[in-house]
């Protein structure tokens, strides 16, 4: 997982985030696929406006990602 110190800032010093609107998984012969929907602002998201990122990787980047969100997953829970 990236340091904090990596993650993109807005101007205020907060970190920039994006809500995700959903997501699909896919492969295609060798790749493992993943599509995001996302909104870039609150009004698209009240619009239902969506930006899209695709992004193909081997198999073996996949698992480390979700494994990366799993252990993410368990520490936002734990710090509920």
């Known amino acids: 997982m990236a340091e904090l ?3 993109k ?3 205020g ?3 920039e985030l994006l809500t995700l609107g959903g997501y699909e998984t896919g492969s295609a012969g ?3 696929l993943l599509r995001l929907e996302y ?3 609150e ?3 009240n619009a239902g406006e969506a930006s899209v990122l695709q992004l193909r990787m081997l198999p073996a980047h996949a698992r480390v990602l979700a494994d990366a969100l799993i252990q ?3 520490a936002a829970e734990a710090a509920g």
Do not use: R
Request: proline residues 5%; without cysteine.
């Open 5 to 7: 110190l990596d993650w």
């Open 9 to 11: 800032l807005e101007e």
């Open 13 to 15: 010093g907060h970190i």
């Open 30 to 32: 060798p790749l493992s």
């Open 39 to 41: 909104f870039e602002t």
């Open 43 to 45: 009004e698209a998201m």
């Open 72 to 74: 993410s997953a368990q």
